[in-house]
């Protein structure tokens, strides 16, 4: 009954990969997947994917890390704040998703039919 999705937006906001996993997976774990193979300058997110793995992944693929650190980090790293500002457009990715009544209230019981209400969703949110 409980769904995540996770996605990968552009410096657009448009969506470039999504996923759906079960309420209990934790943010960071399907963030390497979906970042995988994906070419960007930099990568933005929030203090839940401010992990060394994910971090690693990022900087492997040359892309320069914004993410600000967790609080009890040990080593707390610089990141560029004006440009962690432009995470926003992830926010409004998710909120122009949840304008859809069907995807804001989860109708569907299987996790087929609720990706692809998703799927079509994102399609168009793309020809906005």
Request: aromatic share 8%; glycine share 4%; hydrophobic share 45%.
């Amino acid at each position: 009954m409980t769904t995540k999705i996770h996605a990968v937006v552009d410096a657009l906001g448009n969506p470039l990969r999504i996923l759906l996993t079960g309420g209990n997976v934790h943010d960071v774990l399907p963030a390497a997947g979906l970042i995988t193979g994906l070419s960007a300058e930099f990568v933005l997110a929030d203090k839940a994917y401010d992990a060394n793995a994910f971090i690693d992944i990022a900087c492997s693929q040359g892309s320069h890390v914004v993410i600000p650190p967790r609080s009890n980090r040990h080593d707390q790293r610089d990141y560029d704040r004006h440009i962690y500002k432009e995470r926003h457009l992830v926010e409004c990715f998710f909120a122009k998703l949840k304008s859809y009544r069907r995807i804001s209230t989860r109708y569907d019981k299987l996790s087929q039919s609720f990706k692809a209400a998703v799927m079509i969703a994102a399609c168009l949110i793309w020809l906005q």
